[in-house]
């Protein structure tokens, strides 16, 4: 049974691993929509743009294909950063395409015998085509049921100063050695986790600690095919098989990192040595949601944009990463409510209890910033970022990721130093009243029985 779902898994990531980067082929079958992106590309100051249409027809309802005519039309929009979700009134609404305006690439035209229509153009300064982010919509303005019958074949890439050909768009440039970076950089770290806070006599490691250093290689290896698959694009237009060996660490990453924090946050380990019936249910739900996740963050990735599926894809990726993200934050809560009982039950390891819960309490806090800022902060800074800056918005995420790792695993260390593993004495009966009056601070002043 397993050797048969591997067999999927390698076949459905084989399917996607044939689809060229930035050589664009969409195919688009009885498409009703009225308007839409297709894909955009950020151009320098020299660089190519190339489409073909084929079998460019229309269905009016009737079930018979028609030729095109002149209310269905290719045209592009320049700007300075990627606004492609967000399609404005003014374009949706307006349908007189007229031959002189600089946005309309070509119409419909019913005198074409073969249904095909190619152009190709030069983005440079003397074109009087300047660099921008360029955008390709479609749009059909016949009343509906009008469906959209073509197949497409795009071709968009940057000359850069030697007179080489970059297949990635200006903004995307410096992701390959970015992920290089950041994949050494874990590694290190790794290498630094495992000299300095897991050996040593007198450390308290745990199968927790054991996981976060395979977790963190498991992150180098995927930026570092990630880093492969971008190099190869940049150069040929095509991730050349790379794309497979990303997407499978990918997905081990993606599932690692949101089952790892959820045990971490159950106290598994820290608190006590088993799972609860409710924690087991979070983990039967988390993983599932994983694997949806990962071959929706696929789809997406592959798919061109202007396919029908994208934009479902898309919604079910961002849905899906929401759900696992409150799924992190509820067993941190059940353990800072267990924790609280157990402080408010006065036995003999209230003082550990205590130093415990305050540690739950600012992993939470670690976890939403976060969280907020990788999901939130980041969707904003990718969506307004200027179009050649587009890396920066990966180079902060990185960061951001990087920083929460070193956090955690500094909150959590096994060292005989950390505060949070120490186990109270006698002697340190005159420090509870302190500590449980730190406590009544932290939240809020209330007094606690």
Not at 271 to 277: Q, T
Request: hydrophobic share 45%; proline share 4%.
């Amino acid at each position: 049974m397993k050797s048969n779902i591997n067999r999927i898994i390698v076949l459905f990531f084989l399917c996607f691993g044939i689809i060229n980067a930035y050589k664009h082929h969409l195919e688009v079958n009885n498409d009703d929509r009225k308007l839409f992106a297709i894909e955009g590309f950020g151009f320098g100051d020299k660089g190519t743009f190339s489409i073909k249409v084929t079998n460019w027809t229309l269905n009016n309802g009737d079930g018979k294909k028609t030729k095109v005519d002149d209310k269905v039309a290719f045209f592009l929009r320049i700007t300075d950063s990627d606004t492609s979700r967000h399609i404005d009134e003014y374009s949706v609404t307006k349908c007189d395409f007229e031959n002189e305006d600089p946005n309309l690439l070509f119409k419909g035209d019913a005198n074409v015998i073969d249904d095909s229509f190619s152009q190709q153009f030069k983005i440079s300064p003397e074109n009087d085509l300047p660099e921008g982010f360029y955008t390709l919509y479609y749009k059909n303005c016949n009343p509906s049921p009008s469906k959209t019958t073509f197949k497409l074949v795009l071709e968009e890439y940057n000359i850069d100063s030697k007179g080489g050909i970059s297949w990635l768009p200006i903004g995307n440039a410096p992701l390959p050695t970015l992920y290089t970076f950041f994949s050494l950089l874990l590694f290190a770290t790794a290498l630094v986790w495992v000299l300095f806070f897991l050996r040593g006599e007198g450390k308290r490691v745990n199968l927790i600690h054991h996981l976060c250093t395979a977790y963190l290689v498991i992150q180098a290896i995927e930026l570092l095919f990630e880093a492969i698959e971008q190099h190869y694009i940049k150069l040929t237009g095509s991730a050349n098989g790379w794309n497979v060996a990303y997407y499978i660490f990918a997905f081990a990453q993606g599932s690692f990192f949101i089952i790892l924090l959820a045990m971490i946050g159950s106290g598994w380990y820290f608190i006590k040595p088993f799972l609860s019936d409710k924690e087991k249910k979070i983990f039967m739900i988390v993983i599932p949601l994983q694997i949806l996740d990962n071959i929706a963050l696929i789809v997406v990735d592959e798919e061109s944009r202007g396919a029908a599926s994208w934009i479902s894809w898309s919604n079910i990726f961002i849905f899906v990463d929401l759900i696992c993200c409150l799924a992190i934050i509820v067993p941190i809560v059940w353990s800072m409510n267990h924790l609280k009982d157990s402080v408010d039950s006065n036995n003999d390891k209230v003082v550990k209890n205590i130093q415990k819960l305050r540690l739950f309490r600012s992993f939470y806090l670690v976890v939403i910033c976060y969280l907020y800022f990788t999901r939130v902060i980041i969707y904003l800074l990718k969506a307004t970022l200027p179009y050649k800056y587009i890396w920066l918005g990966e180079f902060f995420s990185l960061t951001a990721s990087f920083a929460f790792y070193c956090i955690t695993g500094y909150q959590f260390r096994p060292s005989l130093d950390n505060p949070y593993f120490y186990l109270p004495t006698q002697d340190d009966d005159h420090d509870l009243n302190e500590l449980r009056s730190q406590l009544e601070a932290e939240d809020g002043g209330a007094p606690r029985d």
